[in-house]
């Protein structure tokens, strides 16, 4: 049987806001999607699909491309660049921002496991003493 690989932009954001968003236990509990743009179609800029939020405080923006979607993030940036790079996410630094490139549905699960270490490395920090 062949399974179909998910590469549209949309499809890939929707599989990972519906990762972040339906977490209740962990890390990622912590995590809500905001600012949500259902009519957002991908186009070769990038079209802001939503917003990722920690505690209710705005961490990055999930763009949809007709093939990829790019996430930004704004906190913990070396460790997300380099969590990114062992689970196999295309990652960089831009600033004081990580950007991943989310390529296909498969990749979506790589890209979540990121988050969430980034997610729980701001809490372990926030809370050593």
């Given at each position: 049987?062949?399974e179909?690989?998910?590469?549209?932009g949309k499809?890939i954001a929707e599989?990972l806001?519906s990762?972040?968003s339906?977490?209740?236990t962990?890390?990622?509990e912590?995590v809500?999607?905001i600012?949500a743009?259902?009519?957002?179609t991908?186009?070769?800029?990038g079209?802001?699909a939503y917003?990722?939020?920690?505690?209710?405080?705005?961490?990055?923006?999930?763009s949809?491309?007709?093939d990829?979607?790019?996430v930004?993030?704004?906190l913990g940036?070396d460790?997300?660049?380099?969590?990114?790079?062992?689970a196999?996410?295309p990652a960089?630094?831009e600033?004081?921002t990580?950007?991943?490139?989310?390529?296909?549905g498969a990749?979506v699960?790589?890209a979540v496991?990121?988050?969430a270490?980034a997610v729980?490395?701001?809490?372990?920090?926030?809370s050593?003493?």
């Amino acid at each position: 049987m062949v399974e179909e690989r998910i590469t549209d932009g949309k499809r890939i954001a929707e599989l990972l806001a519906s990762e972040l968003s339906a977490r209740e236990t962990g890390p990622l509990e912590r995590v809500e999607v905001i600012d949500a743009d259902r009519d957002a179609t991908p186009s070769a800029d990038g079209t802001p699909a939503y917003g990722i939020a920690i505690d209710g405080v705005d961490v990055g923006t999930a763009s949809l491309f007709p093939d990829y979607v790019r996430v930004t993030v704004s906190l913990g940036v070396d460790a997300v660049v380099e969590t990114a790079a062992s689970a196999g996410v295309p990652a960089r630094r831009e600033g004081e921002t990580a950007v991943l490139r989310v390529e296909s549905g498969a990749a979506v699960k790589p890209a979540v496991d990121v988050i969430a270490a980034a997610v729980e490395g701001t809490h372990n920090a926030s809370s050593s003493p």
